[in-house]
């Protein structure tokens, strides 16, 4: 009789300076029990490659698939480590939700957001989802639309929320926790098995303002 497969776990991959306990990604970690956030190290003098290091450690440890829960320069260090890995990170990866990937290449950009510059521009080798704010600082939709594309990602379109993160109020997320179980389930299929993404309108989603 075959062994039933462990369900997948989140790994909370958060940005500079770390989630505070008003973002969403804590309180998804408070609130549901397959949340783990991966301790990156250096959280306020991120290095590019430490952060990849500590992510590949995390995702190597995990006992079961993991879909990624990344927020701001969390997704370019996840978008790093799936370039340098390649099809070898398709394994214990099942998905990824990508927030508000900050533009390491954009004018005035805070040095160390700079670090992580130029953006990767390989195919996530993994289903995606990319949410992006129409009012975010930290990068245009533009390029997070030519984020999403290049990486064979949906886009979703958050409208005006900022930064997506706990000055957005958010919450719990539960729009974020529904496009979560979409990956969690398998319900996005295969880079491979993908057309292109189209350059038309990307998918609308309201915030959900529940604080």
Not at 24 to 52: A, K, M
Not at 58 to 86: E, I, M, N, Q
Not at 95 to 114: E, F, H, Q, Y
Request: charged share 20%; glycine share 8%.
């Amino acid at each position: 009789m075959s062994v039933p497969a462990s369900p997948p776990i989140c790994l909370i991959v958060p940005g500079l300076g770390n989630s505070g306990p008003g973002h969403w990604q804590s309180i998804w970690e408070r609130e549901r029990g397959d949340c783990r956030r991966v301790e990156l190290g250096r959280w306020n003098d991120p290095l590019r490659n430490l952060w990849i290091s500590r992510l590949d450690q995390a995702v190597t440890a995990a006992p079961s698939p993991v879909v990624l829960v990344a927020h701001s320069l969390g997704c370019l260090a996840v978008a790093w480590w799936a370039a340098l890995l390649g099809g070898s990170a398709l394994g214990p990866v099942q998905g990824a939700l990508l927030v508000a990937p900050p533009d390491p290449d954009r004018s005035n950009v805070d040095p160390r957001i700079a670090r992580f510059a130029p953006i990767p521009t390989k195919p996530l080798p993994f289903p995606a989802i990319v949410v992006a704010s129409r009012t975010d600082p930290y990068a245009s939709f533009a390029r997070s639309r030519a984020m999403a594309r290049n990486w064979l990602a949906d886009l979703i379109d958050m409208g005006r929320s900022g930064h997506l993160n706990a000055e957005s109020r958010l919450g719990s997320w539960q729009n974020g926790q529904a496009l979560l179980q979409t990956l969690l389930g398998g319900r996005l299929p295969r880079p491979a098995e993908r057309p292109l993404p189209r350059s038309g309108p990307s998918r609308r989603l309201r915030p959900a303002t529940d604080v």
